[in-house]
């Protein structure tokens, strides 16, 4: 059974920090790209950033430059470091693997919120 179980979300003030954590299981961690993506109210999921098994990292525009994705291939774990933190960011973020389309996985989600 595959089980990706995010932590780290919470309540942040703009210009914060918080690093965001997925942890794997039943799958073959090590051959799979490994994502975040996030939803806001009403609108649409979208990627944030993602890691290929090589270490390959691509970001989407508004999070350049602050967030930064890797991946612990020996603890089956993905992370996302987020700086400078705004209030767009606010959203629920969910970590994903990808190898197939067969094989994609979805975590349950965290929240992260970014509000004085």
């Known amino acids: 059974q595959v089980q990706l179980v995010e932590s780290g979300g919470g309540l942040v003030q703009p210009g914060g920090s918080l690093r965001l954590s997925c942890a794997a299981s039943?799958?073959?961690?090590?051959?799979?790209?490994m994502g975040w993506y996030r939803q806001a109210p009403g609108k649409q999921r979208e990627l944030v950033a993602h890691i290929a098994p090589g270490g390959t990292t691509n970001y989407a525009d508004s999070v350049k430059g602050r967030f930064t994705i890797s991946r612990d291939n020996a603890k089956n774990t993905v992370y996302l470091q987020m700086n400078s933190l705004k209030p767009d960011d606010t959203a629920v973020y969910y970590c994903?693997?990808?190898?197939?389309?067969?094989?994609?996985?979805w975590g349950q989600g965290t929240q992260v919120t970014v509000s004085s």
């Open positions: 994903n693997a990808y190898a197939s389309v067969r094989n994609n996985h």
């Open positions: 039943g799958i073959i961690f090590k051959i799979y790209v």
